[in-house]
C-alpha cells in the first residue's frame, strides 16, 4: 500500500499559476501509473493528468497545453504544474498511484481556488 499526501494548493487569480506535489511514503520508480484527479462541488472526480513508469503522459483535453505532470523519482513525489488557470479549474486536486498489480490508492486532496 502507498500513502499519498498532496500539497501546493491555494487561492490564486485567473491567469496565475500553482505547482502542486504528491509526496508518496515508498518508492515510485517502480510504480506502473500516477495521476492526479479533481472534483468541483456537485460534480464527479475527474481525471486531470497522468504519468506511467516509463514518464509517458496524458492531459484532460481542458488543461492540454496548460498543467504538465512530472515525477521526481529521487524525491518520490509527483507534480503538477499548473499554468494559465481558470476558475473552472477550481476544484479539490487529489493524487492517486496505480501499482503494478491494478490497486489504486488515492491521497485526502488539496484545494486550488482560481477567483478574481
Known amino acids: 500500500q502507498v500513502q499519498l499526501v498532496e500539497s501546493g494548493g491555494g487561492l490564486v487569480q485567473p491567469g496565475e499559476s500553482l505547482r502542486l506535489s504528491c509526496a508518496a511514503s515508498?518508492?515510485?520508480?517502480?510504480?506502473?501509473?500516477m495521476g492526479w484527479y479533481r472534483q468541483a462541488p456537485g460534480k464527479q472526480r475527474e481525471l486531470v493528468a497522468r504519468i506511467s513508469s516509463g514518464v509517458s503522459t496524458n492531459y484532460a483535453d481542458s488543461v492540454k497545453g496548460r498543467f504538465t505532470i512530472s515525477r521526481d523519482n529521487a524525491k518520490n513525489t509527483l507534480y503538477l504544474q499548473m499554468n494559465s488557470l481558470k476558475p473552472e479549474d477550481t476544484a479539490v486536486y487529489y493524487c492517486?498511484?496505480?501499482?503494478?498489480?491494478?490497486?489504486?490508492?488515492w491521497g485526502l486532496g488539496t484545494q486550488v481556488t482560481v477567483s478574481s
Open positions: 492517486a498511484v496505480v501499482t503494478v498489480a491494478g490497486r489504486r490508492s
Open positions: 515508498r518508492s515510485i520508480l517502480n510504480i506502473y501509473e
